[in-house]
């Protein structure tokens, strides 16, 4: 994939601002600090969504709610705005103790996170060079 296609597919799976305020705000432009808030959230995200399913499966609402509300933030902060608004839904879900309407939301929360892994990925290699 060429780099003007790459970014037109990356600007529609990550928030160019937030990235941006990520990188200049809140690490001062430091790369070596981006690469690790980006490593940091690649890590612990799967395990995030495994627990979201668990919560599911194990009909735990409290769990759901907390989890999703740490996911929509921490994906906030790195710019993957889609899978932050399926955390803020799925985190009113288990507030209302409403599990069922979650199953859907999280397989679709775990496909978008292919989607944002990748482009952060690349945004890394980018700073990089």
Request: aromatic share 4%; net charge negative.
């Amino acid at each position: 994939m060429d780099e003007i296609s790459k970014a037109e597919v990356l600007s529609n799976v990550l928030d160019a601002i937030a990235l941006n305020e990520l990188k200049d705000t809140i690490c001062n432009n430091i790369v070596e600090e981006f690469i690790q808030i980006i490593d940091t959230y690649l890590e612990d995200t799967p395990q995030r969504l495994r627990s979201l399913s668990n919560a599911i499966i194990h009909g735990n609402a409290k769990t759901l709610q907390l989890e999703a509300h740490s996911l929509k933030s921490s994906s906030a902060i790195v710019g993957a705005k889609k899978l932050s608004l399926l955390c803020k839904q799925l985190e009113k879900l288990g507030r209302d103790g409403n599990i069922n309407d979650a199953v859907l939301l999280v397989s679709q929360a775990m496909a978008e996170y292919v989607q944002v892994e990748a482009a952060l990925q690349w945004e890394c290699k980018v700073q990089h060079s």
